[in-house]
C-alpha cells in the first residue's frame, strides 16, 4: 500500500538485460507505470512519484462500477452538475460522451 492504494511492482527478466520494474494497480494489475520502467526495484518514493502524477495523487472511482480508475478515465459530457464526470473502459458507452 502507497498512500492507502494498493500497488503490486512488477519484475520482469529479460535473457541479455537484466530485469526491469512497473508498478501496477493491486486492484485491477493495469500497469501505472506508462512511460519507463525501473532498472532496479522502485523506492517507496520513486512509487509515490507515480501514484501522485495520475489525476493529481487521487484515485478517481467510476460513476457506474465504483472502481478505481487511473490513466483510463473517461469523462462523461452530459454529467450532472456535482455528480461524479468519470466512467471506467469497461462501463464506458459512447452514448455518454
Given at each position: 500500500m502507497i498512500g492507502g492504494w494498493p500497488v503490486v511492482v512488477q519484475r520482469t527478466l529479460w535473457p541479455v538485460e537484466g530485469a526491469s520494474y512497473d508498478l501496477l494497480d493491486g486492484d485491477t494489475l493495469g500497469t501505472l507505470t506508462m512511460g519507463e520502467s525501473w532498472?532496479?526495484?522502485?523506492?517507496?518514493?520513486?512509487m509515490r512519484i507515480v501514484l501522485d502524477d495520475l489525476h493529481d495523487g487521487?484515485?478517481?472511482?467510476?460513476?457506474?462500477?465504483?472502481?478505481?480508475?487511473?490513466?483510463?478515465?473517461?469523462?462523461?459530457?452530459?454529467?450532472?452538475?456535482?455528480?461524479?464526470?468519470?466512467?471506467?473502459?469497461?462501463?464506458?458507452?459512447?452514448?455518454?460522451?
Open positions: 532498472d532496479a526495484y522502485p523506492t517507496e518514493q520513486q487521487e484515485a478517481i472511482c467510476c460513476r457506474s462500477c465504483q472502481k478505481r480508475i487511473y490513466r483510463d478515465a473517461r469523462r462523461v459530457g452530459a454529467a450532472e452538475p456535482g455528480s461524479n464526470p468519470y466512467c471506467c473502459c469497461d462501463c464506458w458507452d459512447e452514448r455518454l460522451r
